[in-house]
Structures are given as structure tokens and as C-alpha cells.
């Protein structure tokens, strides 16, 4: 199977010319300071209110929130300026001869480098943000491709072990009919017998296929119709025994319906393909608030405390049942069979 990580470059970010930034830096500095000196002169703001320095505050921290250090430093030194300039005595002034003022002007600068910083870290952990927000999404889709990928080779293979095997063997079967009609009856008679077999094999085969194929079908049939697909094949497909009990529909939700059909669809593959059994036994019951699912075979067999073939879907199994809250149980020894039973709380 081929796998693959499809690298994505980000395109590069053309930022403005550090020129510019500071030309804009210093405008918006320059206009928001003098907006406001505007607004607290034109509105007779002072000396009504005596603490029209927070006016000017509040500019250097809109300022120092969308933009940089140096526009709020500069946006602060111009504050200080026009406070001193219009409002402090002696007016129209820049004369400091008060030990407040220079207060004034260090808050100034240290609210807007504080805050600058503040902001500048907010900006860069939001575009990090973004940037994995990003990646997750990238990876996510690529995981959907691969597992869209997996899972048309796996239908490939089924298609190519199963049906297109059986198509073969109807082919076959049928022009050995058509050749000893006439002179050999029996033979005849044996080979459509095989043939028929083989299109009951295969439809049961494609049905199951085609159920897979339909992520609703579980939904609309339902788990029984579901379990019943499955019992068809090994019956048909691969001539096994299967002695099949099962109740009623389950009156409970889909994610336990998926789990309980891929817990029993993943027993039964590895029943054909590792066990060697003549004969299957399924049961589904409900018992109380529990939905129990068992499958034994009369196959060969393994020992559960040593690796065995099949261990990694047993893995998923245990995982699946584990995670809607379930448990799985196998019992299991050399040449005496398995029994593998689920119990899963039936939550609607």
C-alpha cells in the first residue's frame, strides 16, 4: 500500500517596508493624540475633569493593542507633550517644573511598553494558534484520504478473493455444463449444482459488500439484518456450520450497533482465516440492561497469554468494546476452539 505525507509549504508573507510602518506608526500616533487634545479643548473637558490624562491613556493602549512598541512609545511621549503643552500650568508651555509631570510621562511609557509587549505575545500565540489550527487540519484531511485509500483496497481485495474468484468459477462451471449436456448428464447436473452454489456464495458476498459500502445501512437495517449478511457468507462462501440465535433488534444507539458489528465482523474474519473451524455458533441477547454478543468456533484454537495469529484484531476488539464501556472476553486454548463474548451496557 502506498503511503504518503503530502508536504504543504505556507506561502511566505509579504510584510510592508519598515518605512512604511513607521509613517503609518507615526500617524495614527499623531491623530489619535490630537483627536483627543481636540476633544477635551473644543468640550471644555478641563479643568471640569481634573484627571484627563486617562483621555490620552486610553489612546496609548488602543494604539499599543493594534500596532507596536514604537507607536505606543511615540503615541505616549506626544500624550505627555499635549498634557503639558495645553492643560498643565503654565499653559502653552513645555516646561516641567513639577516632579508629577515626569511621573506622568514615566507611566506613560511603561503602561505602553508593558502593554505592547502584552499584545505583541497575544499576536505571535494567535498566529501559532492559527498556524496549528491550520496543520490539524491539513493532517486531519490527509487521514480521511488515507483512510478512504485503505478502504478502497481493502473492497479491492475482497472483490478480487470473493466475487470476482466466484465469477470465475461460474464461468468455468457453466461451460463444463454446456459441454457434457449431451454426453455425460450427470456431470452436467454436478456442474450446475456447483454453479448455482458459487452465485449464491457470490451474492451473498456482494450483499455484504454493498452493506459495507452504505455507512447508513447499519442505521435503516440494523444490527440483526447486519449479523445476518455476515452468517449468509460464511455459509455460502465458505461452508461453515453457523448456528445462529439472535434477538430481536437492540433498542440502542448506532455507536454501539458499530461497535458490536465490527467486534463480530473482525471474530468471524479471523475465524476464516486463522481457525480452521467447521463450525460457528453466534448468539445476541439482551439481559436486562445488557447486550451480550457471543461467537465460538470448534477450531484450532491458540493460547491468549502468547502471540497468536489474529492478535492485532483481538487488539481492536478489546479497544472497541472497552470505549463504549463494555467489556470483551476470550477464552481460548490449543486445538479446543474459541469463545469470545461482549457485554455492553444498552445505553439508547
Known sequence: MLKYVERITTPAVHEKPRWKRIITDSLLAIGGVALITAVIIFAHLYPRVSAVSLFYLLVILAITGTRGLFAASLASLLSFLALDFFFLPPSYTLIVDKLEDLLTLVVFLTISVTTSQLAATLRRRAEQASSREHELRRLYEQAQELASLQERQRLARELHDSVSQALYGISLGAHTAQEALENDP????ASLAYVISLTEAGLAEMRALIFELRPESLENEGLVAALIKQVAVLRTRYQLTVDASLDEEPAISLELKHTLYRIAQEALHNIVKHARAT?????????EHELRLQIRDDGKG???????????????MQERAIKTGGTLTIKSAPQQGTDIEVRLPMTP
Open 186 to 189: 450427470e456431470q452436467a447436473r
Open 279 to 287: 463450525t460457528v455458533t453466534l448468539r445476541l441477547s439482551q439481559q
Open 302 to 316: 491458540f493460547d491468549p497469554a502468547n502471540p497468536f495469529p489474529g492478535h492485532f484484531g483481538v487488539r481492536s
